[in-house]
Structures are given as structure tokens and as C-alpha cells.
């Protein structure tokens, strides 16, 4: 499958030789990429539940394609959904359903930074995003 063109950029950024405090510095660089939401969207309605941080998440069709945007009061949390979200974006709600959450962060070299608790939260960000497209949520 094609990668979207954010996720391309994200791969080759992330794939260069670097420390993992580099990596940390990246990862923080692209959650200040994320537009910011407004308070009126920081609702309990659009809040991730299963993320330790607060995390919360938008999403809407655009030209049969999926769009979302996310916030988090976490910095490395707000870098790892902004990632996420560079993976996602632009998906039909059918390719959506095969993205492979962990294959995506390997690929990133970074799922052996991840904690068990980040995993989780960040499944329970790609659940509710297939929720949303499923029309379940």
C-alpha cells in the first residue's frame, strides 16, 4: 500500500542515523506541526479514552477521504499521534481499518521507545478513529 505523502516524509525524517535524543527532539517537532484545537473542541465527547495523557481527536470526510485532527496535553503523546496522524490522513474508511499501528512505529524506529501505556493509548486513538469512519462511535 501507498504511504500518504506526510507519512513518506515522516519515514524518511525518522529513518536517518540519529540518537535517541534526537529522535525525541523529532518527535516533539512534529507534535508542534498539529494545528491546535480550539477549547470548544477539547470536549469529553472527542476525548480518547484508554490514553493516560488527554488526548482528543476529530475527524471528518474530505473528498471520500478521512481527516483528523488531534491534540494531546502530552508533548511526546502530541508527536506520536502527529505521526499517527501522518499515517492515516487521506485514507478511505476501508484502508483505514488495515493500518497497522505497530509496523508503522517499527518502521519509524521507534516502537522500542514505546511503553506498554503508550501502545495502549495509542490503539485506543486508532480505535476510535475507526470508530468514527466506521460510523460506530
Known amino acids: 500500500m501507498t504511504l500518504p505523502p506526510d507519512a513518506q516524509l515522516a519515514l524518511d525524517a525518522f529513518n536517518q542515523p540519529q540518537s535517541w535524543e534526537q529522535r525525541a527532539r523529532l518527535l516533539m517537532q512534529w507534535g508542534e ?26 475527524g471528518s470526510v474530505v473528498q471520500a477521504s478521512w481527516q483528523f ?21 487521506g485514507l478511505s474508511a476501508q484502508e483505514l481499518q488495515h493500518v497497522d499501528l505497530s509496523d508503522w512505529f517499527k518502521q519509524l524506529g521507534l516502537s522500542r521507545h514505546l511503553s506498554p501505556s503508550r501502545s495502549n493509548g495509542l490503539n485506543a486513538v486508532l480505535q476510535r478513529m475507526r470508530q468514527l469512519a466506521s460510523g460506530t462511535a
Open 69 to 89: 485532527r488531534a491534540a494531546s496535553d502530552a508533548r511526546l503523546i502530541r508527536g506520536l499521534v502527529a505521526l499517527l496522524l501522518a499515517r492515516v490522513n
Open 33 to 58: 506541526r498539529l494545528p491546535a484545537l480550539s477549547e470548544d473542541d477539547k470536549t469529553e465527547e472527542h476525548r480518547v479514552h484508554g490514553c493516560e495523557s488527554q488526548v482528543w481527536l476529530l
